[in-house]
C-alpha cells in the first residue's frame, strides 16, 4: 500500500499550496498526500474556479484594503483567507477512497459525507458539529468551506477553517447570488463562527486532524500488518522554493535533522 505523506506548513502562501495541490493532484504517480497549513502570510481572496469577481468581490473594497483576488482548480465558493485560517486538504489516489475509505463509489457528493466523518473525529468535543450541505458547522454557523476536484485516477478534498477573522474585511465579499438553505439569507457575520471562540489556537486543531490522519492508518496497519504507512514533515514560511520540491520528490529522502533546510521530519508511523 502507498504511504499517506503528512505535510505541515505554516504560514505558508495559499496562492504557492494551492500550486502544489494542483501539482500533486494532476501528477497520477504523486501518492497520498494530506497538507496542513497554519495561515498565510498575507489576506487574499480565493475563488473557485467558475467564481466571477464582479459577482463575488466588492472589488473596490478589495483594491482599497490592498486584498489581491486569486482563482483555485477546483469548484466551490468564494473565501478570504489570512494568517487565521487553517487550510487542511487531501489529495489522492482515487483507489484509496474504496481501499481503504470504505467508500463504494467515488461521486463527490460521497467523498463530502465520508469527510463529515472524518472531522467529526477532530471536532469530537463539540457535539454540534455537523455537514451542512457543504459545509463544517456549530449548528447553523459555518466554520469551514470546502472544494473539490475528481479525475479518473486523483482526488482533491480541501477545507478552509475560520479560526478568526477581521469583521471589516468580510465587506468584500458580496453576498452570493446562491447559497445554502440552511444559510436563509443572513449575511456573513451572522452567517459564520470564529473557532478561537472554541479552541485556544490552530495548533490544537490541526494537531486533532493529524492525529485522526494517523488513526485512520493505524487501522490499515493493522489490517495489513505494514508499519510504513505514512511520513510527515513540516516546513515554515521561510523555506523557499528548492525545499518545498525536495519534499514532492522524495519526502523520505530528508534527514532527520536537517537544521540548514529548517525541515522537521519524524520518522514513518509504527
Known amino acids: 500500500m502507498k504511504p499517506v505523506h503528512l505535510l505541515r506548513l505554516h504560514n505558508f502562501s495559499i496562492f504557492k499550496q494551492l500550486q502544489i495541490e494542483e501539482a500533486l493532484f494532476r501528477c497520477k504517480d504523486a501518492g497520498n498526500w494530506v497538507i496542513i497549513n497554519q495561515g498565510t502570510p498575507d489576506p487574499m481572496v480565493v475563488m473557485g474556479i467558475s467564481g466571477k469577481p464582479d459577482r463575488l468581490v466588492n472589488l473596490d473594497k478589495a483594491v482599497d484594503m490592498g486584498v489581491p483576488i486569486i482563482k483555485r482548480f477546483t469548484g466551490g ?129 490541526a494537531t486533532n486532524i493529524e492525529n485522526a490522519v494517523r488513526s485512520i492508518n493505524l487501522n490499515i496497519n493493522n489490517n495489513s500488518n505494514s508499519n510504513n504507512n505514512i511520513s510527515s514533515s513540516s516546513i515554515n514560511s521561510n523555506n523557499n522554493s528548492e525545499d518545498i520540491n525536495s519534499i514532492l520528490i522524495d519526502v523520505n529522502s530528508v534527514d532527520d535533522d536537517n537544521s540548514n533546510n529548517n525541515y522537521s521530519y519524524r520518522s514513518p508511523l509504527n
Open 77 to 205: 465558493g468564494t473565501v478570504i483567507v489570512d494568517q487565521s485560517t487553517l487550510f487542511a486538504s487531501f489529495i489522492m489516489d482515487i483507489d484509496w477512497l474504496t481501499e481503504h475509505a470504505g467508500l463504494k463509489s467515488k461521486f463527490p457528493r460521497d467523498i463530502m459525507k465520508w469527510s463529515e466523518g472524518f472531522y467529526r473525529q477532530v471536532f469530537s468535543d463539540h457535539q454540534d458539529f455537523s455537514l451542512m450541505e457543504h459545509d463544517y458547522s456549530f449548528g447553523v454557523r459555518k466554520f469551514g468551506g470546502n472544494a473539490q476536484a475528481v479525475s479518473r485516477n486523483r482526488f482533491v478534498h480541501h477545507t478552509s477553517f475560520l479560526f478568526d477573522f477581521i469583521n471589516d474585511r468580510m465587506s468584500v465579499l458580496k453576498q452570493p447570488e446562491n447559497t445554502p438553505k440552511y444559510r436563509e439569507g443572513r449575511d456573513h457575520l451572522s452567517f459564520l463562527c470564529k473557532l478561537k471562540d472554541r479552541y485556544e489556537n490552530t495548533e490544537t486543531i
